[in-house]
């Protein structure tokens, strides 16, 4: 039986029972998984119509074979190293991202063959990725001039203050809805410019190729540099603050306020989220030939996965952060309550796209590693959310998991990891619940931002990600945020949504009401299990945790760190 609370995102040990491929049907109320034959699945043609998705997150990557009526036939999943030098600093190897990539599409593919299925089965790929992770590299080589410099990362503090300073600062997020911090990757680049002197040569020579993982992605698996292919979607393009949030092109204000020179760098094509031609195919391996047909960054890529196509629904991802989208329709509202503005998904050339709010948190799964990996509580995240049911609630325990400052509605770059209300009654299990409950706590902030936003409240909330399967932190959700929690059987959304997306670039699916029913059976509902007057209690203190969390990292201090 898979681990309830799997927190493979963000766990260390890959369990490689996860890695042995049946064909999946999650038709039970615990996501039990039984086995479908061949033979059975010739009734219904859409059971026997294949779509792959590759979906490369902060610390894994996975391939997926869904059948087109997205269940998951065939899986595999690995993990890539993290590099940390210093404090702040998160790295990845460019090269163990392709890597990670080929190895499971040759394991999944195994076991798709060895269920009787051939490599033509398999119509298209999608694509989903982490998204403001920056990587650099020589056009003319195909090189990686750099580590990639992951998303948490926070090297640019100090330079991010320098920006803050400059005119024209204020007027950004009118253009491409991102607020100035060390999220975006424009920043990232600027300050590889600034710091890596091959990146600086090859910017003045004209090789220089920027991209976030999609765009490497699929450069590599359509051949590097005989392929050719520099490409990104919308969705992704959308969090690099290069891109107009109306016209979807790259905005030469935008450009020219962080000193890039369109005519020396190398830019990916912006092309809609689902396109039959754009994304290329795939050049070699067991796949060759497969076209890829859709490209995604995660969290739009967990939009679509969830069939939240209509204005007004939303999803919540608790992976390593977490990542509240909240479909808008088609005009992009800009926020005027710390959140981001961004693309949802645009599924054809021929439709216009579909915006979005976000509220990111820059710690939620990744509090339990913290947990698991710092303070030594157990290796298994199942104990850790056993450990936090072993106690009514937090004991008073109100946990700020600033370890990068707090990311929306917040943006607070001076705050640091706090823990507030220790007694000497305080248990792990209290401190254990109370990290879980940072999250929801934050998660609450960001509803009430998008209410105030949007003018309107949300009536449930739809998750996923490797917390979602804790029972007790789903549970806390839902008494936080006073609204129904909804979590689907089949947690592997993001890859869905990917797959979803691929089937529309080929006419799999033609219209929205089509996938009216994807993913929706043994759906769990948490409903509100305290009243409104002790969620707002709960929530009123966890404001004033957050208060006094701000300050702990002075200037000084902070220029020290990026020294």
Sequence with gaps: MKNPFDMSEIDSAVDE???QININAYQSHDGNRSIIQNEERRGDDL?????????????????????????????????????????????????????????????AMKSFLALGHSKDDIEAIGVTSQRETTICWDWETGEPLYNAIAWPDTRTLGLVRELKAKPGAE???????????????????????????????????????????????????????????????????????????????????????????????????????????????????PLEGVPITSCLGDQSAALVGHCAFTPGSAKNTYGTGCFLLYNVGQEPIISSHGLLSTVG?????????VYALEGSVAVA??????????????????????????????????????FSGLFAPYWIDDAKGTIFGITQHTQRGHIARATMEA???????????????????LSELTVDGGMSNSDICMQSQADIIQIPIERPAMHETTALGAAIAAG??????????????????????????????????????????????????NTDEAEAEDE
Aim: with cysteine; proline share 4%.
């Design 171 to 285: 007027d950004l997020a009118k253009i491409c809805g991102l607020p100035l911090s060390t999220y975006p990757s424009s920043v990232s680049l600027v300050w590889l410019l600034q710091n890596s002197p091959e990146v600086q040569d090859a910017y003045e020579e004209g090789r220089l190729a920027f991209g976030t993982v999609d765009s490497w992605l699929l450069y590599n698996l359509n051949g590097g540099v005989e392929g050719g292919r520099l490409v990104t979607d919308v969705t992704n393009a959308s969090r690099t603050m290069f891109m107009n949030l109306e016209t979807l092109e790259y905005d030469d204000r935008l450009l020219k306020f962080f000193g890039i020179d369109r005519n020396k760098i190398r830019l990916p094509e912006i092309i809609p989220s689902a396109d039959r031609e754009g994304f290329g195919c795939v050049s070699s391996g």
């Design 504 to 553: 529309y670039a080929i006419n799999i699916w033609k219209e929205f009401s089509e996938l009216k029913n994807m993913n929706r059976a043994n759906t769990t509902t948490f409903e509100p299990k305290i009243t409104p007057a002790k969620s707002a209690r709960m929530y009123k203190q966890w404001e004033k945790a957050v208060d006094m969390s701000r300050g702990w990292l």
């Design 365 to 402: 799964g990744s509090g339990v590693s913290f947990l698991m990996n710092n303070l030594g509580f157990f290796r298994d995240s199942r104990k850790v959310s056993d450990l936090a049911g072993s106690v009514p609630d937090s004991g008073g325990c109100v946990f700020v998991t600033a």
């Design 345 to 353: 998904f645009q599924l054809s050339r021929d439709k216009k796209p």
């Design 17 to 19: 029972t996860e890695n």
């Design 439 to 457: 999250a929801c706590f934050q998660t609450k902030a960001i509803l009430d931002a998008m209410a105030k936003d949007s003018g309107h409240n």
């Design 47 to 107: 059971h026997n119509r294949f779509i792959g998705a590759i979906d490369t997150g902060t610390t894994s990557s996975r391939f997926i074979i869904f059948d087109c009526t997205g269940v998951p036939v065939a899986k595999y999943q690995t993990e890539f190293p993290q590099i940390h030098h210093y404090s702040g600093c998160h790295e990845q190897d460019p090269f163990d991202l392709v890597d990670s990539v080929y190895i499971c599409i040759e394991e």
